[in-house]
């Protein structure tokens, strides 16, 4: 009978919506229990984020929390998007660590005086410019590395050429 199966249809998309409730349960428990365990709740680029924790956090959300500090630090920007992907391209680069040359670049611009803020925007400057060199002129990378060219460039910056690139 048509109409019994329709009932078992209906019981079987109840007990969906139910199991639905129930992992929307546990996930908001779960995220609020993170929050406790001090998982990342805002960005603050002075301060070198926990990698592990960073890491863990998807795309979207270190976008979005880098946008939040921006914001709320009042700091104006022409475009808030494109200066948080290149923030997060550039945690991203130092959460993996020494492997890359990048977390100790920033490390070295501090050095030079810059503060943390300043000098993932430098790298970022760097980062964003070669990629998009190399958008510009894709085949020239054939057959190289496409990060060398990025990581000389990093050995070349320094907190002064930075500061006087405008
Ligand atoms: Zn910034």
Same mark, same amino acid.
């Given at each position: 009978m048509g109409y019994s199966g329709g009932g078992a249809d209906r019981a079987a998309a109840h007990a969906g919506t139910q199991v639905r409730g129930v992992?929307?349960?546990? =996930? *908001?428990l779960r995220r609020s229990m993170q929050l406790v365990d001090g998982a990342m709740k805002a960005y603050d680029p002075l301060k070198s984020p926990n990698p592990e924790e960073w890491l863990a956090m998807d795309e979207q959300e270190r976008l979005h929390l880098v946008e939040r500090f921006h914001r709320r630090a009042g700091i104006r920007?022409?475009?808030? +998007? *494109?200066?948080?992907v290149a923030h997060v391209m550039v945690e991203n680069q130092v959460a993996l660590g020494d492997g890359l040359p990048v977390k100790r670049t920033v490390? /070295?611009?501090?050095? +030079? =005086?810059?503060? /943390?803020?300043?000098?993932?925007? *430098?790298? =970022?400057s760097v980062l964003v410019g070669y990629l998009n060199?190399?958008?510009?002129?894709? +085949?020239a990378a054939? =057959?190289?590395?496409?990060?060398?060219?990025?990581?000389?460039e990093l050995e070349q910056l320094t907190a002064k050429s930075w500061l006087s690139s405008g």
């Open positions: 992992n929307a349960a546990f =996930g *908001a920007l022409p475009n808030v +998007e *494109a200066h948080a490390q /070295r611009l501090m050095s +030079e =005086g810059l503060d /943390r803020h300043d000098a993932i925007h *430098a790298v =970022g060199d190399l958008l510009a002129a894709p +085949e054939i =057959g190289t590395d496409p990060a060398a060219g990025y990581y000389a």
